[in-house]
């Protein structure tokens, strides 16, 4: 099969919201699948939607170790995948949403390829806190390295709360994310990497490699914080992180 086949297969399973085997062993490198996840998105685009940023993922021990993945890889958020802070995610547009903590990014000034710290921070706009709705089109959310590369990455949806200003530190938040009250996952912005901040050196690096530019206006989401956690129909899903404020959204839908 052609790249632009297996585009098509990953993008119709998560257009459709339907579950597909993972690719067969050793059938692709990871190249090979950021070559899909690019045809791939790009027929969101042809769709009318407009990229919107990128998220990074693998970025702390705990999302490591809940899919047995230890590299980091990125993916591209589209128009179509930003939930309204405060509103409904309808889980029939879903295989089987997971969601997660994390921090977000925004970008004033272009930032690509090799930076330093500083100069991606030198590059913001605003920080914010962000749930992360990530959906595996495998067969029960299990995947090889390549298999995730391809499917961008499970992104699925995002939710971004108040913007910060750029200068907030944000390297060590504390961080609660609840079900109707209930914390389900409790953890700490120094989780990502040592410092959220070196999440955004490394998707201005990996982007830069695959010709993409992080534009003004784009969103970087820094990856989980914690591991993820199987949506519940009708819950309030809520993150807290501290200094930062909050975001939500409500679940809807049967299981
Ligand atoms: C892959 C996406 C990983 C993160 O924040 O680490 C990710 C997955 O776990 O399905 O978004
Ligand atoms: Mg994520």
Known sequence: MSIAQHAE???????????????????????????????????????????????????????????GIDQMIWGRLTSGMLVEEGGDVDLARYVHPRVEPEVAFLLGRPLTGRVTPAEAQAALAGVAPAL?????????????????????????????????????????????MSFDGQPVAVGASAAILGHPLRSLVAAAALAGEAGLTLEPGFIVLAGGATAAEPLRPGARVTLEVERLGSVSFRVRGAA
């Open 132 to 176: 992360e709705i990530i959906d595996s089109r495998y067969d029960n959310f299990r995947f090889s390295l390549p298999d995730v590369i391809a499917d961008n990455s499970s992104s699925s949806g995002f939710v971004v709360g108040p913007w910060s200003p750029p200068d907030t530190d944000v390297s060590t938040l504390g961080m609660v």
């Open 9 to 67: 297969r990953v993008d119709g399973a998560a257009h459709e919201a339907r579950a597909i085997p993972q690719f067969p062993d050793g059938s692709m490198d990871p190249d090979m699948a950021y070559a899909i996840q690019a045809a791939s998105v790009a027929r969101r685009l042809r769709r009318g939607e407009r990229l919107a940023g990128v998220k990074m993922g693998f970025t702390s021990r705990a999302k490591m170790a809940q899919m």
